[in-house]
T-cell receptor
Framework: ETGVTQSPTHLIKTRGQQVTLRCSSQSGHNTVSWYQQALGQGPQFIFQYYREEENGRGNFPPRFSGLQFPNYSSELNVNALELDDSALYLC???????????????FGAGTRLSVL | AQSVTQPDIHITVSEGASLELRCNYSYGATPYLFWYVQSPGQGLQLLLKYFSGDTLVQGIKGFEAEFKRSQSSFNLRKPSVHWSDAAEYFCAVGARRSNYQLIWGAGTKLIIKP
């Protein structure tokens, strides 16, 4: 158990809809990263938040957006869903922030999103 | 371009046999290297990491990995596999200057023969 929890576990949406995924970080962690893992592939970095500010973004369009709250929990929002957005979305929290000498990311079990 | 390559999509080994999973990376900065394991329906669990120092690192569940800078490799090994090791294994690389945003390989699925 990593202490990182994600909700919901599974979600089914139709193309064009919007979705919000949630992540509760491990206690004391101030950084959260989101990844998309398509079937049969490794995770792809979406973005990272540190102390409520976006701290890096991967090659994802603006319809992927996020928030980090004062308690360091986080949301991933995806607008105008496309079929290719079907994937496992993983949240990872870490204790060290930017400029730190080490950063170990602890992952939740993920949210499986299916877009029909 | 930054990338991580895991050349083997699937590997099948007999229970009790030794295991080596390959990982090669291309990265401009001093890399921090990780191996994670993912069981069906589960998140990613950290097996071991390399930041600096001794190039042979020990992890959980009897796994070890060796960092070879000259070969840009970070191969994962285990002397004797157990049926419970069946899972998918991912190699990842990050760097301090990129705030540890991880780049991942495509994974190697380990199948254990009884």
């Amino acid at each position: 158990e990593t202490g990182v929890t994600q909700s919901p576990t599974h979600l089914i949406k139709t193309r064009g809809q919007q979705v919000t995924l949630r992540c509760s970080s491990q206690s004391g962690h101030n950084t959260v990263s989101w990844y998309q893992q398509a079937l049969g592939q490794g995770p792809q970095f979406i973005f990272q938040y540190y102390r409520e500010e976006e701290n890096g973004r991967g090659n994802f369009p603006p319809r992927f957006s996020g928030l980090q709250f004062p308690n360091y929990s986080s949301e991933l929002n995806v607008n105008a869903l496309e079929l290719d957005d079907s994937a496992l979305y993983l949240c990872a929290s870490s204790l060290a922030g930017p400029g730190s000498t080490s950063n170990i990311q602890y992952f939740g079990a993920g949210t499986r999103l299916s877009v029909l | 371009a930054q990338s991580v390559t895991q050349p083997d999509i699937h590997i099948t080994v007999s229970e009790g046999a030794s295991l080596e999973l390959r990982c090669n990376y291309s990265y401009g900065a001093t890399p921090y290297l990780f191996w994670y394991v993912q069981s069906p329906g589960q998140g990613l669990q950290l097996l071991l990491k390399y930041f600096s120092g001794d190039t042979l690192v020990q992890g959980i569940k009897g796994f070890e990995a060796e960092f070879k800078r000259s070969q840009s490799s970070f191969n994962l090994r285990k002397p004797s596999v157990h049926w419970s090791d069946a899972a998918e294994y991912f190699c990842a690389v990050g760097a301090r200057r990129s705030n540890y945003q991880l780049i991942w390989g495509a994974g190697t699925k380990l199948i254990i023969k009884p």
